[in-house]
């Protein structure tokens, strides 16, 4: 909307770049451009502003397909006033001059027409489609054919109306039947995770039977190892035995033949001292039996005198003197006291 400020019965009118502003005095055009700013008497003005600017019309509108489904239908369509004489003289763009706001309500009349138009065109593409075909492709045929349908519709540059996209959001059915279309698909999606779920634990069954495989045979090859050691230790043990039966069999031999060796050596210095002893016993009855009768008296009383006890003093009777003498073939006048 202009900006319009008073000043003494005067007017000045200051527009944006995006409006086109159309000034008439006394049915004469004084005024026609973008962004123009003027002062005028409000009493002999008529104002036109038409914006020339793109601008969005959002419509939503139901339809029925060839199979009687109801659909909502979704659209955006960007248009612009591309000729705003002609706009102006076909459509109300009139503004009251002292507040500078619409008389009427130009835009909306436009967007009746597009939606109208857009409406009609979509109506004519899904009557002859299905509704499974229209959720699918429906959205780039309603397209085509309403931008189609509005480039060749003649009121549009009749009224200086250009239409630069058009763009169709959705297409979408009744709340039941689009949750029935969508069953078959989370069905098979079910499925298909049930599937990869089973397959899944398919899998994971296969390696835990892998794994007690693997630890079977581990087992398996555990225990031959511990019989393979089992055999080693007896196999050692046994010649561990032989060699220790060997060893102290070496060693009670040698022993034997030492004590042999030593009873020998005994036996020898026994025979040896014997014969030794024998010589000197003999050589002794030699001499004893060389020796006369009281030399042995003599030696047999000195050995006896040996053994006794010792004898300080002793007192003979003459007889036992006499006697004693006799016997040791001395003369009894030899006799002292």
Do not use: C
């Amino acid at each position: 909307m202009a900006d319009i400020t008073r000043r003494l019965g005067w007017r000045h009118l200051r527009s944006a770049p995006t409006t086109h502003i159309r000034h008439h005095k006394r049915g004469r055009l004084v005024h026609d451009g973008r962004g123009l700013s003027f002062w005028y008497r409000s009493l002999s003005a008529a104002l036109s502003e038409v914006p020339v600017n793109d601008r969005e019309l959002a419509m939503a509108f139901h339809a029925r397909t060839s199979d009687f489904q109801d659909v909502a239908v979704q659209a955006t369509v960007t248009y612009r006033i591309s000729d705003p004489a002609e706009a102006a003289d076909r459509l109300d763009f009139s503004v009251d001059p002292d507040t500078g706001s619409w008389r009427g309500a130009p835009l909306e009349q436009i967007a009746t027409l597009l939606t109208e138009t857009a409406q009609q065109h979509t109506l004519d593409v899904l009557a002859r489609t299905p509704l499974a075909v229209a959720l699918v492709d429906g959205v780039a045929s309603v397209r085509e054919r309403v931008a189609a349908g509005l480039a060749d519709e003649p009121r549009l540059p009749a009224t200086g109306i250009e239409v630069v996209t058009v763009r169709v959001v959705a297409i979408r059915p009744e709340v039941d039947v689009e949750r029935a279309l969508r069953t078959p698909a989370r069905e098979q999606i079910q499925q298909e995770a049930d599937r990869a779920t089973y397959e899944r634990r398919a899998v994971a069954v296969e390696r835990e039977r892998a794994i007690a495989e693997n630890e079977l045979a581990s087992q398996i090859e555990l225990a031959r190892r511990e019989e393979q050691l089992i055999d080693q230790r007896g196999t050692n043990a046994r010649r561990e035995a032989e060699e220790k039966a060997a060893a102290d069999s070496v060693q009670t031999e040698t022993e034997a033949a030492r004590k042999v060796a030593l009873a020998r050596a005994d036996a020898e210095a026994a025979r040896e001292t014997g014969a030794a002893r024998a010589e000197v016993q003999a050589a002794w009855l030699r001499v004893h039996d060389e020796a006369g009768t009281g030399t042995l008296h003599a030696l047999a009383a000195t050995r006896l005198a040996e053994n006794l006890p010792r004898i300080e003093s002793i007192t003979l009777s003459p007889d036992v003197l006499t006697g004693l003498l006799t016997r040791l073939g001395r003369p009894e006048g030899g006799a002292g006291a």
